[in-house]
């Protein structure tokens, strides 16, 4: 139970990420477009522009792009932090199953018989340490 849901909220993170970079691609897709409407009515409207206006109209492309580059470097960055989420998520799972594979293994080799049990005020001691009950 605690492994599935362990799994489970490590799939639920990760497709998370997923999507916050599926956004992210959309709003630079977007950013683009816009970019690219932008130099269109700039090369139409340049000519009626003085000096000043043109540079300042070239100065604000040139900001939106640098924007959108940095958009860029930003969702690279996020995809390599996720893809060594991803590793760390896979040892994990498999280091997890060594685990559960481990302690299945050992319970096999432990007869009923053969365990210890604990005195009640140990039970009890264990309860209050992990603040468990048991009925």
């Not at 997890?96 to 009640?120: A, F, G, V």
């Amino acid at each position: 139970a605690f492994k599935d849901s362990v799994q489970r909220r490590l799939l639920e993170i990760t497709i998370d990420d997923l999507l916050i970079i599926d956004n992210l691609n959309r709003e630079v897709q977007g950013e683009e477009t816009h970019l690219n409407a932008l130099r269109a009515k700039y090369k139409i409207l340049a000519p009626d522009l003085n000096n000043e206006e043109r540079q300042h109209t070239e100065t604000l492309i040139k900001k939106i792009q640098i924007e959108i580059e940095q958009l860029l470097e930003q969702i690279e960055k996020r995809k390599e932090h996720l893809n060594g989420l991803l590793h760390k998520r896979q040892s994990l799972d498999q280091a997890s199953q060594d685990i559960i594979n481990w302690y299945e293994d050992k319970q096999r080799l432990i007869s009923p018989d053969q365990m210890i049990p604990l005195k009640t005020n140990e039970i009890e001691r264990i309860q209050k340490k992990f603040n468990v009950k048991f009925i």
